[in-house]
């Protein structure tokens, strides 16, 4: 049993490592929302079978960089979504009469 576990936290490796680095192979030819779907299955993944081989070491430490990894990455697009709105969570928008009016086509 302890080396079924074994195998299991190398996949819950492998993935970890194939969830990081995929993604960029992936965007790089153009298909970024291809590699956002492959990273987080494979991250899903990742922690299911880091979860199942945590008796051993490895699968500890992968599921604990896995679990941290999205954590950073949660917090820094939120950050990167405050940031774009300006910080202010009381942020008023612009009244139509600031807004430049759009000029319709004639018919």
């Known amino acids: 049993m302890n080396n ?13 490592l194939t969830s990081l ?3 960029f192979f992936m965007a790089a030819n153009g ?14 993944l990742t922690l299911l079978f880091g979860m199942f081989s945590w008796s051993e070491r490895i699968g500890r430490v992968v599921t604990i960089v896995c ?5 950073i990455g949660g917090l820094v697009v939120y950050g990167a979504h405050r940031f774009r709105d300006g910080f202010s969570a009381d942020a008023t928008p612009r009244s139509p009469e600031v807004a430049t009016p759009v000029e319709t086509p004639p018919r």
């Open 67 to 71: 679990l941290a990894t999205t954590v």
């Open 4 to 16: 079924d576990k074994r195998i299991l936290a190398f996949i819950s490796l492998g993935l970890l």
């Open 31 to 44: 298909r970024a929302d291809l590699a956002i779907s492959f990273a987080a299955v494979a991250a899903l």
């Open 21 to 23: 680095l995929g993604p």
